[in-house]
T-cell receptor, first 116, second 109 residues
Framework: DAGVIQSPRHEVTEMGQEVTLRCKPI?????LFWYRQTMMRGLELLIY????????DSGMPEDRFSAKMPNASFSTLKIQPSEPRDSAVYFC??????????????FGPGTRLTVT | TQLLEQSPQFLSIQEGENLTVYCNSS?????LQWYRQEPGEGPVLLVT?????EVKKLKRLTFQFGDARKDSSLHITAAQPGDTGLYLC?????????FGTGTRLKVLA
């Protein structure tokens, strides 16, 4: 299995531009998570989906952020317009969630976003 | 508000030494996980503990979940350079995991 695939691995953009991050979860996993990691705030959950439906987006920082999952094998996280404070590493993770008491998340390699 | 505090934040030790990393919270969690993250990669799950007082061993790593399910520890015996990385604990609440502040470990050869 190729694992969770994210693209691009690195993105440098100017303030005000639209940024789209992409994720392909592991086949057969019902849950998909988007996280953001910074030195100051650590790893934060932004949003997660179950069977392509957004379940909890309480971590999305503001309206400039949006996420979609049009099918079971693809998700996007969009920032429009981007700001320097959005600079971070964004991770996508997926999970089969077979056990409600606990579940294993498989993380992708991340996208390092720099907004200048 | 950071629900999970890890200590120490940074740790640099010599190969062969023992160490313990702590994960503390005032909140109760249904389960707790430990991850290791290497530079340029995503976190990788090491263990999940679900029962208060539970102890799990993974080779030289020993994980313990506190009796009240509010804290956890990770003990590494005879650390090796390959143990170098960022160690993250994550507490499970209402179907999602909240990650701790992280402990950055460096093991010198």
């Amino acid at each position: 299995d190729a694992g969770v695939i994210q693209s691009p691995r690195h993105e440098v953009t100017e303030m005000g531009q639209e940024v789209t991050l992409r994720c392909k979860p592991i086949s057969g996993h019902d849950y998909l998570f988007w996280y953001r990691q910074t030195m100051m705030r650590g790893l934060e959950l932004l949003i997660y989906f179950n069977n392509n439906v957004p379940i909890d987006d309480s971590g999305m920082p503001e309206d400039r952020f949006s996420a979609k999952m049009p099918n079971a094998s693809f998700s996007t996280l969009k920032i429009q317009p981007s700001e320097p404070r959005d600079s971070a590493v964004y991770f996508c993770a997926s999970s089969p969630w077979e056990n409600r008491a606990s579940y294993e998340q498989y993380f992708g390699p991340g996208t390092r976003l720099t907004v200048t | 508000t950071q629900l999970l505090e890890q200590s120490p934040q940074f740790l640099s030790i010599q190969e062969g030494e023992n160490l313990t990393v702590y994960c503390n919270s005032s909140s109760v969690f249904s389960s707790l996980q430990w991850y290791r993250q290497e530079p340029g990669e995503g976190p990788v799950l090491l263990v999940t503990v679900v029962t208060g007082g539970e102890v799990k061993k993974l080779k030289r790593l020993t994980f313990q979940f506190g009796d009240a399910r509010k804290d956890s520890s990770l003990h590494i015996t005879a650390a090796q350079p390959g143990d170098t990385g960022l160690y993250l604990c994550a507490g499970g609440r209402t179907y999602k995991y909240i990650f701790g502040t992280g402990t950055r470990l460096k093991v010198l050869a």
